[in-house]
């Protein structure tokens, strides 16, 4: 059994950028997708971005695309969140997540780190 670990959150202000890491063990990632949702107090789960890990194909939310940049680096087995140009509604519990669909709902990724905290205040 595998597991997903998440680092790279903080506080910063709007404008600001950060950078999260996933590690992937136990070969989690093989599954295929690797996804990244974020969860606001009281607000459901949302879709953040996923990437294929073979060929890297990429899927983003709307309300992220232009601003966020999935990637993963196979030797690292890690899979990297870029977020640039901050905004106060990106503050939430960022979560690493791993599947074999290519879905943007969280029910179809079994996997799941326990997440690191993003903060976006002025």
């Known amino acids: 059994q595998g597991q997903l670990v998440e680092s790279g959150g903080g506080l910063v202000q709007p404008g600001d950028s950060l950078r999260l890491s996933c590690a992937a063990s136990?070969?989690?990632?093989?599954?295929?997708?690797m996804g990244w949702f974020r969860q606001a107090p009281g607000r459901e789960r949302e879709f953040v971005a996923l990437?294929?890990?073979?060929?890297?194909?990429?899927l983003y939310a709307d309300s992220v695309k232009g601003r966020f940049t999935i990637s993963r680096i196979k030797a690292e087995n890690k899979v990297y969140l870029q977020m640039n140009d901050l905004k106060p509604e990106d503050a939430a519990l960022y979560y690493c997540?791993?599947?074999?669909?290519?879905?943007?709902?969280?029910?179809?990724?079994?996997?799941w780190g326990q997440g690191t905290q993003v903060t976006v205040s002025s």
């Open positions: 997540a791993g599947g074999s669909e290519y879905s943007s709902s969280p029910t179809h990724y079994p996997y």
């Open positions: 136990g070969r989690i990632y093989s599954s295929g997708i």
């Open positions: 990437i294929r890990w073979g060929v890297g194909t990429t």
